[in-house]
C-alpha cells in the first residue's frame, strides 16, 4: 500500500520531531524550568507558538480522524461549535486569566489548596492523572489503527506501532521539557493544516464528474446539513450537542486542564496570555474548518465507490483514502501529519501528568529535602514512566466504540468537575472545602451513571454538562444549605 519512499519520509519526521523537542528545551536547572518555562518564549512570535501549542494539544490525532467521520455520518452540524470561540475568547481572557495568572503561582491548581485545603487540590489532580491517562491511551490508539490501515501491516503489527509512537514521544517529552513540547506542538499545528489542505486538493481535483453535479449528490444525500435541532438526548450531533456541550467541554479544558493552565503560565504577561488565547482560537477555527471540508471531500469521493471497498468504520476513511488513492510521497506526508497531532498532545500529557505528580501529589516534606537537580531527574523519571504507562495502556481501549465515542466519554466525566473547580477557586465565594471535594466526586459519578448507563442512553456531549452542573450543585448548595459559611481559605490578593 505504501511505498518505501513514505515509510522513509514518516521515520524522518519522527527523528526530526525528536531532536527539535530536545534542541528547544532551553535551560533547565530546575523543575519549573521544565514544567512551567516562565518567560522563555517572550514577544510576539513567543506567545504565537504558545497560542498554535494550546491549538494543537487539543486537536489530536483523535481529531483527525473522528471529525471527518463525523460529517460522514452527520453532516456539518458540528462545524456550528466554531460559534462557542467568540464566548470562550471573553470568558478566559477577560475574567479567568487576569484572576489566575496574576497570582504567580507555581502549580496550576495551587489555587485549590490556597482557597479550599490541601485535599482539594490532591483529589483535582488525582482525578486528573486517571483522566489524561486514559485519554492519551486513546490517543495513541488512534493513529495506530490509521497506519495499521493505510499501510495493510494488519492487526499483527498493532504493538509494534503502538509502542513507536508511545515511545518516541515519551523520550523527547522527557528531555525536552514544556518548552520543547511547545516549540514542536507549533512546528506540527502547521504541518496538520497543511496535510489536510493537500488532502482536499487531491480529492477535489480528481472527483469523477463536475463540482455542481458533486454537490447536488451531496445535497441530496443531506451530507452539508449544518443544523439539527433533536431533542433527542441520545443522538450524537445535534445544534444543542454542539453548541451547549461544546462550550462545556472547551471551556472545562481551557479552565481545569493543567495542559492550558502551564501554557498559561509561561507567558510573560497577561497581555501576551490573551495574544496566545486569540492564536489559539484562530488555529482551532482553521483546523476544524479543514477537517470539516475532509469529511464533506470524503463523502463525495465516497459516493463513487463501491461501499464494499470502503472500510466499516468511517473514522477510518481518512486513512484508507491517503494509502490507497495518493500518491508516493504525499500518503508519507499526511500520514506524518497524523503522527504530528497524536505526537504534540501526548506529550503535552506527559509533562503535563508528571507536573501534576510532582508538584501536587507528592509530599512536600519529602520534596523541601531534595536539592533542584535530584527533583529535576525524577520530572525527567515521571515522565518516561507516564509514557511508557499510557502507550502499554493503548491495548486496553479497542473495545469502546468508535475512537471520537472513547475520548470524548473519558473527557467528559471529569473535565467539567476540574473546571467548575478552578472557577468556584478564583471567584470570591464562600465554600466548603469538604463540599467541593464532594462536588468533584459527585460530579464524575453522576457523569459516569449517563456515560455507562443503557437506561438513560445520553449521548457523549451531555457528560461534561451533567458533571459540571452536579459539581455546583454539590458544592454550592451543599455548602449553603448544609454549613452556612464554612469558609477554608481566602481569595489571594
Not at 83 to 108: A, D, H
Not at 131 to 150: D, E, F, K, N, Q
Request: overall charge neutral; charged content about 10%; some cysteine.
Amino acid at each position: 500500500m505504501l511505498h518505501a519512499i513514505d515509510y522513509i519520509l514518516i521515520v524522518l519526521f519522527l527523528l526530526f520531531t525528536a531532536a527539535v523537542g530536545i534542541l528547544a528545551r532551553g535551560k533547565q536547572e530546575e523543575t519549573d524550568d521544565f514544567y512551567i518555562s516562565k518567560g522563555t518564549l517572550p514577544g510576539f512570535l513567543g506567545s504565537t507558538i504558545v497560542g498554535l501549542s494550546i491549538a494543537a494539544t487539543f486537536f489530536s490525532g483523535i481529531s483527525l480522524l473522528a471529525y471527518p467521520s463525523i460529517v460522514i455520518n452527520h453532516g456539518l452540524v458540528i462545524f456550528i461549535t466554531t460559534i462557542t470561540l467568540i464566548f470562550k475568547y471573553y470568558l478566559i481572557c477577560y475574567f479567568f486569566v487576569p484572576l489566575f495568572i496574576r497570582r504567580q503561582w507555581r502549580s496550576p491548581y495551587e489555587i485549590l489548596e490556597i482557597r479550599f485545603g490541601a485535599s482539594v487540590r490532591k483529589l483535582a489532580s488525582f482525578i486528573y492523572v486517571i483522566l489524561r491517562l486514559g485519554w492519551m491511551a486513546v490517543l495513541i490508539y488512534a493513529p495506530t489503527i490509521a497506519i495499521l490501515g493505510a499501510t495493510g501491516l494488519g492487526d499483527d503489527y498493532f504493538w509494534q506501532v503502538v509502542l513507536l509512537v508511545g515511545l518516541i514521544s515519551t523520550v523527547y517529552s522527557a528531555f525536552g521539557g514544556l518548552r520543547g513540547v511547545m516549540v514542536t506542538d507549533a512546528m506540527q499545528m502547521l504541518v496538520i493544516i497543511a496535510g489536510c489542505l493537500i488532502t482536499i486538493g487531491f480529492i477535489i481535483y480528481n472527483l469523477p464528474v463536475s463540482y455542481q453535479e458533486t454537490w447536488r449528490m451531496l445535497k441530496d444525500t443531506d451530507s452539508l446539513r449544518l443544523f439539527d435541532f433533536s431533542l433527542d438526548p441520545s443522538v450524537k450531533v445535534t445544534t444543542w450537542t454542539a453548541v451547549i456541550g461544546g462550550l462545556f467541554a472547551s471551556s472545562a479544558m481551557y479552565l481545569g486542564d493543567q495542559m492550558s493552565l502551564q501554557r498559561y503560565m509561561a507567558s510573560a504577561s497577561i497581555e501576551e496570555v490573551k495574544h496566545s488565547y486569540l492564536v489559539n482560537c484562530i488555529g482551532v477555527f482553521i483546523v476544524l474548518s479543514v477537517l470539516c471540508a475532509i469529511g464533506v471531500c470524503l463523502k463525495a469521493w465516497s459516493l463513487f465507490q463501491d461501499p464494499a471497498s470502503l472500510p466499516a468504520n468511517t473514522d477510518q476513511y481518512f486513512p484508507y483514502y491517503v494509502a490507497s488513492q495518493l500518491p508516493v510521497g504525499v500518503a508519507g506526508m499526511i500520514l506524518a501529519a497524523l503522527l504530528a497531532a497524536t505526537m504534540s498532545s501526548m506529550t503535552s500529557g506527559i509533562n503535563a501528568l508528571s507536573g501534576a505528580i510532582e508538584m501536587d501529589l507528592l509530599p512536600n516534606s519529602w520534596k523541601e529535602k531534595q536539592s533542584e537537580k535530584a527533583r529535576l531527574i525524577l520530572a525527567r523519571v515521571l515522565s518516561l514512566l507516564i509514557g511508557i504507562t499510557a502507550t502499554l495502556s493503548a491495548g486496553l481501549v479497542a473495545h469502546l466504540g468508535q475512537i471520537f465515542d472513547m475520548s470524548q466519554r473519558l473527557l467528559g466525566l471529569f473535565v467539567g468537575p476540574l473546571g467548575i473547580a478552578l472557577v468556584f477557586a478564583v471567584l470570591p465565594l464562600k465554600l466548603s472545602g469538604k463540599y467541593v471535594i464532594s462536588g468533584l466526586i459527585g460530579g464524575a459519578l453522576f457523569a459516569s451513571c449517563a456515560a455507562f448507563s443503557p437506561q438513560l442512553n445520553a449521548a457523549y456531549p451531555w457528560y461534561p454538562i451533567i458533571s459540571s452542573m452536579w459539581t455546583a450543585v454539590i458544592g454550592m448548595f451543599g455548602t449553603a444549605l448544609i454549613m452556612g459559611v464554612g469558609v477554608r481559605g481566602k481569595l489571594p490578593e
